[in-house]
């Protein structure tokens, strides 16, 4: 499996790699790479070793959410 293949279910536990995460929301992998470098902005994620970064996809979706605007007066 390529670190950007998306796994065939999405579970709230599901850890994934930064390809996947910039591949499921349309963001590069070099502005996550920027955000966890500068430590400012982006989704939580787990170092579970020196050069190998995860994020659980209810992160991601508690992130993404955490940005929605309404439109409503």
């Known amino acids: 499996m390529r670190d950007s293949a998306l ?3 999405l ?3 599901t850890l994934l790699t930064t390809e996947q995460v910039a591949a499921l929301t349309n963001i590069s992998r070099q502005t996550f790479e920027g955000w966890r ?3 400012n902005g982006g989704p939580k994620y787990t170092k579970l070793g020196p ?3 995860r994020y659980r996809w209810a992160d991601i979706k508690s992130w993404r959410d955490s940005g929605s605007v309404s439109s409503g007066a």
């Open 7 to 9: 796994p065939a279910q």
């Open 11 to 13: 579970h709230d536990e």
């Open 37 to 39: 470098y500068r430590k």
């Open 51 to 53: 050069q190998i970064i």
